[in-house]
């Protein structure tokens, strides 16, 4: 028997040759963050890609046109650049005409869903999952972060990070969960006088 709902994560190259990869991604935004940033973002863009089950996510000032333009490029040129390539992205309903030409220029084909239809944008179970995991950073931070500092926050939200990056070198980067204090030690010779 054929083992039923299974995702099997293969390079992008191997799109055409699996019928099983989709070549989808999906996008969309969860409501405003309900404080401002330092750098006065307002917003989040989601991208949720379904091959790999990698969720990106960036902070954005606004609604406006121009914002989701920039989002959708850092969003979809990250994947890029990191040898994956897409057929087809869903879409919220809320577009421009300056967005729908940045994701024609990428050669994608693009859907809408249709008003009160959510089942249809992967993205929506994405945005719940990013939620879930960011507000767990937000409360693992110590209580002196700033709360309006969250945008910085964001790069290490992100899922998935083997399938896209690569495997992390814990001994060239040491890391400490997000938002907490360290303690570091600096030899006398590297500290100013």
């Not at 991604?25 to 989601?46: E, W």
Request: glycine share 6%; net charge positive; proline share 5%.
């Amino acid at each position: 028997m054929i083992r039923k709902n299974l995702r099997y994560i293969v390079d992008a190259k191997d799109t055409a040759a699996n019928p099983q990869l989709k070549s989808l991604i999906a996008s969309n935004f969860p409501g405003r963050y309900p404080i401002t940033s330092s750098r006065d973002h307002k917003y989040i863009f989601v991208m949720y890609d379904f091959d790999a089950n990698y969720i990106n996510a960036v902070p954005i000032k606004s609604r406006k046109s121009c914002e989701l333009v920039r989002g959708f490029k850092e969003c979809y040129g990250t994947l890029k650049k990191n040898g994956l390539a897409f057929r087809l992205l869903r879409l919220d309903k809320e577009v421009s005409k300056e967005l729908i030409a940045s994701i024609e220029n990428n050669d994608l084909v693009y859907q809408l869903a249709s008003p009160g239809d959510h089942r249809l944008n992967d993205a929506e179970r994405a945005i719940q999952t990013f939620k879930a995991h960011f507000i767990t950073i937000r409360s693992g931070a110590d209580p002196d972060f700033p709360g309006n500092c969250w945008n910085l926050l964001m790069e290490q939200a992100v899922s998935a990070y083997t399938r896209i990056y690569g495997a992390l070198d814990f001994n060239k980067t040491p890391l400490t969960p997000e938002g907490c204090k360290v303690i570091v030690h600096h030899r006398i010779d590297d500290r100013g006088r």
